[in-house]
């Protein structure tokens, strides 16, 4: 299909006085009521880049611009689509349009790597030299990426740096871990142990982890 991931950054054009506003659609607190409207938009391409475009394009005929929440919003989109390669090209719009990427954007970034390891590392050396702060959130996505191969050991590793950021996992992180376990029920079992242990409380997804530990068709 048609690729718009060269498309020319959006004129800084003054703001309308639209208001085809759509509230909590994740436009960040103070944004114009109708950046809503164009942000839950976003959120419902999916993959479909060529309707994420168009999203944009209104938005330029409208006068609304765009802010980071928005390029991130399309990040993904076209991260979906085309992976890292893909969602980089956005990044470059975004910083083409004088918008500086928040850990959001590399959060979408580091999703975007898929199982690759190195392409992870790689982001979060990124986001350190722009002097950004990965939270719990982004040190999830690193470890999913880790524990895409199966590898406790690694994924674990992970939690400590997280932890050495003086960031405190939760229950995703260990679910996570939990993931990485594969197959190894007895693994899966100490890492549920250990959440009750540090006052962490498995959810319905740590369980539905461990279950496929327990069946056998876990990761690795």
Same mark, same amino acid.
């Given at each position: 299909g048609a690729s718009f991931t060269g498309a020319a950054p959006l004129r800084a054009l003054p703001r309308s006085s639209l208001a085809a506003a759509a509230p909590g659609a994740g436009a960040p607190e103070g944004a114009p009521p109708e950046l809503h409207g164009?942000? $839950? +938009?976003?959120? $419902?391409?999916? $993959? =479909? *880049?060529? &309707? +994420? %475009?168009?999203? /944009? *394009? =209104? /938005? %330029? &005929?409208? !006068?609304?611009?765009? %802010?980071?929440? #928005?390029?991130?919003?399309? @990040?993904? #989109?076209? $991260? @979906?689509?085309? !992976?890292e390669a893909a969602a980089r090209k956005v990044l470059r719009r975004m910083e083409g349009a004088g918008i500086a990427p928040d850990p959001a954007t590399y959060m979408a970034l580091l999703r975007a790597c898929g199982d690759s390891v190195e392409a992870a590392e790689h982001v979060m050396e990124e986001m350190a030299s722009r002097g950004l702060v990965a939270d719990v959130r982004t040190f999830n996505v690193l470890m999913n990426v880790y524990a895409s191969h199966g590898g406790e050991d690694a994924t674990r590793a992970v939690l400590a740096r997280m932890e050495a950021a003086g960031v405190e996992p939760d229950a995703a992180s260990f679910t996570t871990l939990v993931k990485a376990c594969g197959a190894d029920v007895a693994a899966a079992e100490r890492v549920v142990a250990e959440m009750a242990a540090r006052g962490v409380a498995p959810d319905s997804a740590t369980y539905t982890m461990l279950l496929r530990a327990q069946r056998g068709d876990g990761v690795g």
């Amino acid at each position: 299909g048609a690729s718009f991931t060269g498309a020319a950054p959006l004129r800084a054009l003054p703001r309308s006085s639209l208001a085809a506003a759509a509230p909590g659609a994740g436009a960040p607190e103070g944004a114009p009521p109708e950046l809503h409207g164009f942000h $839950a +938009a976003l959120r $419902a391409c999916g $993959a =479909d *880049v060529r &309707k +994420a %475009e168009g999203v /944009m *394009v =209104d /938005m %330029e &005929k409208h !006068g609304v611009l765009p %802010e980071a929440a #928005t390029f991130n919003l399309l @990040l993904s #989109t076209h $991260a @979906l689509h085309g !992976g890292e390669a893909a969602a980089r090209k956005v990044l470059r719009r975004m910083e083409g349009a004088g918008i500086a990427p928040d850990p959001a954007t590399y959060m979408a970034l580091l999703r975007a790597c898929g199982d690759s390891v190195e392409a992870a590392e790689h982001v979060m050396e990124e986001m350190a030299s722009r002097g950004l702060v990965a939270d719990v959130r982004t040190f999830n996505v690193l470890m999913n990426v880790y524990a895409s191969h199966g590898g406790e050991d690694a994924t674990r590793a992970v939690l400590a740096r997280m932890e050495a950021a003086g960031v405190e996992p939760d229950a995703a992180s260990f679910t996570t871990l939990v993931k990485a376990c594969g197959a190894d029920v007895a693994a899966a079992e100490r890492v549920v142990a250990e959440m009750a242990a540090r006052g962490v409380a498995p959810d319905s997804a740590t369980y539905t982890m461990l279950l496929r530990a327990q069946r056998g068709d876990g990761v690795g």
